[in-house]
């Protein structure tokens, strides 16, 4: 470093025709306080509307927030109305008979299905922001809430309690996404990625569809279990309790429903077939077993529906240990994938439609229309994808098609159910069967591997964990793997060497682009990430080692010593405290080299931060540039320090030495 | 969009000027695989000095590589002895009184302080590659083990049990330290950040010196807890049994303690005086009990110390449970500390002297000294700093002074021990509290704020929780604020506009650098993390409202309307199948608006998974730049595409509109 005293007048010098890097102007702590919160929580800035805005309209805008239909409501057109009737009774048609399958899935009574198919779309036509979510139960959550419970209080022996621990958990459900929503934590849904859903709902319908082997097979007894091992031991352990009958019929309603899906999907403009295929395969499989007394040779049936709407539950609450416990686990858990599904299903039809739906706002409809329905014999409801995809083909316009729905429900309830005391159980597993199997998304895994390895395996790890060991614990195997993968992100960074590419000024990785080329005597690193404290002492030991690999490359071919490390910080988003400790070491590290060590594009924050810590004092306020190519530029112009006027005819004087 | 196509072959004729991005060229899988594997695991590549060897030179050097004695120890020289000579007694004076109070400490039989000061030492001395760690017990970890093993057996009541715990506790923490380092698994550590630390030592400090009160006022009951409200409540709830003998005697030699830390703070020439210290007060206190017999009237003496080399205790291990867990959790928690404070120490000291330390290796040393240990009655050690820091300040020159250290201490276990019999425990703990005070390290939090207020927070919450509630309970606080700030850093990225600096192709952030100018028509977005599931629903929203907000601001002002988006993908390291469908969508969103997407930079593995999930064909090959300049010069060239020479006399015309 002996040459460095005598140099430095004429870096200086150079340095006028270079941009000088910027620290940005120090603000009040409250203000970058106020700032980081807002960005954190209110990304979408949904106060912006109500700027500059009369008090009187500042009210009704707001109530218009919370209850979207008193935007839409007004502008309602008949046109509309016609279109939503059409939807609204065909998703109808669907909602009664998976209605009913999936409260028995849940091991709940079939009329709760009903029930829930009635009052919750009522509350999220108010306030809903989806105009094409349908909304209902959904299978998964209701095996979950089945599987859950059900460690906890046998539905068999004690239904009463059973029955109201369901409440509760709906409630408590409901209440968590609406605190999600009101405390702007939407975000926590993200972490469940598209990779993580694929594999658990892929699980999930694989679990769900081996359940029914207990409707197809008309078994007695069959365990509690959900894992497939669990299912299939129980299965064949009891081989000669299956019935053909019952197996039979469900095999041919399953044949009917999957050619309909099928046909429906080749044209799409026949939708309504698959649509209505359940309540025909209910009617036709009621029918037959009441011509054929089927029911009194094996073939089991719902049997009697209560008539009449929902009676009211916010009675049967559960309060007291330890059955609180059990059910406030069920209400998080079962609510969080409730919320991830309804979230995702409305945004992506809002995507093909060209509107916004705002998060947040949809986790409150969503929770309120849950709170509510607790309080009136209703279980666990979301957007199911099925039923929303639907509603979607029929040509719904807004929310009002669940109000259709709602009313079609309403009558068959007052009305209708005891049409149903016939309805073979085996009917409603072939109906679940149909509609799981679309769950299972192979495609998507498959464009995962070929994407992405890690995504793979986050999504193969939920459905593992899924099928083979809990729907819990599917869930959290693939929630883990995801951060996992965060925070390897951060604690082993990429670091790259860039080279020159011919004939410019620009620096790029030398991996990434081949014809680059060296710049004698500087060696010039990429920092890919963050430098935190999970990464600092990573870094000094890989930059480090960068160093040792150049000056071995460069002794073993002979060429110029090495003089200068440049420090690319463009990626670097942020410094703490342990990356500027690290900075200062690897500034050591290379002083005692005598080597240089120069920074080029620190960000806004990390230019604050190294100033408030005095680093720059430490480096030299001369070795911080704006880009690689200025920085290449002063190093060279050291390094041929005998020719000082080259920097200013060429830019890239090392090509012609 | 409707001139899109006209001006499209005009472009392309434009890029032949401009630099084409690469596609990396594909990997096979197994390769990547391992490449980050190796990237993951062995950052600092070890094997790198096995290559080109002979079998036999490949042996000795990996024997050299696990007992760094076979490296150093043949170079050893007198003049080496001389000065580890020294600083062994030196470090052999204040680990006999610091041993012998930190075994109180943790409730354990005083004698234990000797026996762990004897073994560890000697297996550091062959396996360590620090050549400053002073090798003992510490005031943190015995503390914890005194409060978790105090959780399950009552030290007074069953002593036998509790000693036996300590022993199979210290066997499961170096089982896990020696574990992490071959597992190559040292990575964990980095997850106590700087900041944690200083919180953490600050709380356990505070904690410790409050235990104290109970040694010098004489105290016969105390709480069983840590916490600062606890034990307050229980120095002050037995004010009338405060002994005033011992409260003097304790502030007498707690002044003369800390008056002897000053003055070698001054003159760091003499530091053995500060070193030499506790020992002499030791002597004084033994002496005046000894002559005033003092023991008589409430001052509180260690009693009999068994003479003789440390017990075997491999056979004292208790495997049953419910010990079991309390073991293995008490060992985990400590031995994780342990390993922190012991590697921190040795790379600082390294540090200094300009040599490297491989925390994998140290991690396998301190851990193989604890097995051993563990096996001979002693309880866990690891390398604290204030012992490190008196024999880096007394001249050791390698791990010999840790082999100095054992021998004096052997020395006193076998002939000196009764003289330690009218010892009395307020000494211990005015020695105790002299070296709490330093690990009490203000001006470091201080920093902390100024430099950065997310990592103060967390130093707080370490400090809090540990002094508050438990020493459990605030590292897990610390550790979670710390890996929350990781995981907020990528799920609410910074995303930034960017405008040109004048004169110059440079683009850069328009908040960083005020004198930035608009480019007209075009809007420049830097999005400054990886682009996962975490972030990509943030992402799509917060780029919407830049888009929002650009558009009203150009209609306000009356400018040209918004034509291109460019993302500057500089800093987006990687990313997700969830991120390739936010940007899909965001390329939905734009083309409705009749926006122009262009990517400017991409990386390579960004450019990989584009290209593999074929989103390089949605927006077209021919809208990816390689630098944000070129990307505003082709798109200009095309707003401006009725003078298409502009862009060849002049980089940028915008500025001459």
Same sequence: chains 1, 2.
Wanted: proline share 5%; with cysteine.
């Amino acid at each position: 470093m002996g040459n460095a005293d005598y140099v430095y007048p004429s870096t200086n010098e150079y340095r006028q025709c270079a941009h000088p890097v910027a620290v940005p102007p120090p603000q009040p702590f409250f203000k970058s306080f106020k700032n980081s919160l807002k960005e954190t929580f209110f990304p979408d800035d949904p106060l912006r509307q109500f700027k500059n805005k009369t008090p009187s309209r500042k009210f009704f805008l707001g109530l218009q927030y919370f209850l979207p239909i008193l935007e839409w409501g007004p502008r309602y057109t008949f046109q509309f109305l016609k279109s939503d009737l059409i939807s609204g009774i065909t998703i109808a048609s669907l909602a009664i008979p998976q209605g009913i399958s999936y409260a028995k899935l849940a091991n709940l009574p079939p009329i709760l299905g009903l029930y829930s198919s009635f009052i919750p779309p009522l509350i999220y036509a108010m306030m809903g922001s989806s105009r094409d979510l349908a909304v209902g139960t959904v299978a998964v959550a209701s095996l979950l809430i089945g599987s859950m419970l059900g460690d906890e209080v046998n539905a068999t022996e004690n239904p009463a309690l059973y029955l109201h621990l369901a409440f509760t958990a709906t409630f408590f459900a409901g209440l968590l996404q609406a605190s999600l929503g009101l405390l702007r934590l939407g975000f926590i849904v993200d972490f469940l990625s598209h990779a993580t859903i694929v594999g658990f709902m892929g699980g999930a319908a694989t679990v769900v569809i081996l359940q029914q082997l207990k409707g197809i097979l008309g078994l007695q007894h069959f365990t509690q279990s959900t894992d497939i091992i669990s299912v299939l031991r129980s299965v064949f352990s009891q081989i000669h309790e299956w019935r053909w009958e019952s197996g039979v019929l469900g095999a041919v309603f399953l044949f009917f429903l999957l050619l309909s899906r099928y046909f429906s999907k080749k044209r799409p403009k026949f939708f309504w077939i698959s649509a209505m295929a359940p309540l025909t395969t209910v009617i036709l499989g009621s029918l037959l077993v009441y011509l054929t007394h089927a029911e009194k040779h094996g073939v089991d049936v719902i049997g009697n529906l209560k008539k009449g709407l929902n009676p009211p539950s916010f009675g049967d609450f559960v309060f007291t240990s330890p059955y609180l416990t059990t059910a406030v686990k069920t209400g998080m858990i079962t609510g969080i994938i409730a919320l991830a599904e309804g979230i995702a299903v409305g945004r992506s039809f809002a995507m093909f439609k060209h509107y916004n739906i705002d998060g947040n706002k949809e986790m409150v409809a969503i929770g309120t229309m849950n709170i509510v329905g607790s309080c009136f014999s209703c279980y666990l409801t979301t957007g199911p994808f099925s039923r929303s995809a639907v509603n979607f083909n029929a040509g719904c316009k807004t929310a009002m098609s669940n109000v259709v729905m709602a009313i079609a429900v309403m009558f068959t309830l007052l009305f209708l159910t005891p049409l149903f005391h016939y309805t073979p159980l085996v009917v409603l597993s072939a109906i679940i069967i149909s509609a799981m199997l679309g769950l299972i998304d192979y495609e998507a895994a498959i464009h995962l591997w070929k994407v992405d390895k890690f995504d793979f395996v986050v999504c193969m790890g939920a459905y593992i964990g899924v099928a083979f060991v809990s729907v819990e614990v599917g869930l959290v195997i693939a929630v883990a793997i995801s951060v996992l993968r965060l925070l390897l992100f951060v604690a082993r960074p990429k670091t790259f060497v860039l080279g020159n590419l011919p004939n410019s000024t620009i620096y790029r990785s030398v991996e990434q682009y081949p014809t680059t080329n060296d710049v004698p005597g500087i060696l010039i690193l990429q920092i890919d990430a963050p430098i935190y404290f999970a990464n600092s002492s990573y870094l000094r030991e890989r930059i480090s080692r960068w160093i040792d690999e150049e000056e071995d490359k460069l002794k073993s071919t002979g060429e110029t010593s090495l003089q200068y490390v440049i420090f690319n910080m463009s990626a670097v988003g942020n410094i703490d405290t342990s990356g500027i400790s690290m900075l200062e070491e690897v500034k050591k590290i290379t002083d005692r080299r005598g080597l240089k060590l120069v920074l080029a594009n620190p960000g806004a924050e990390v230019m604050k931060k190294l100033n408030k810590s005095k680093f720059i004092e430490t480096i030299g306020k001369e070795w911080i540039y704006l880009t690689v190519g200025e920085a290449v530029e002063a190093c060279n112009y050291k390094l041929h320090t005998c020719k000082p006027d080259a920097t200013n005819e060429d830019s890239q004087p090392w090509n012609n030495v």
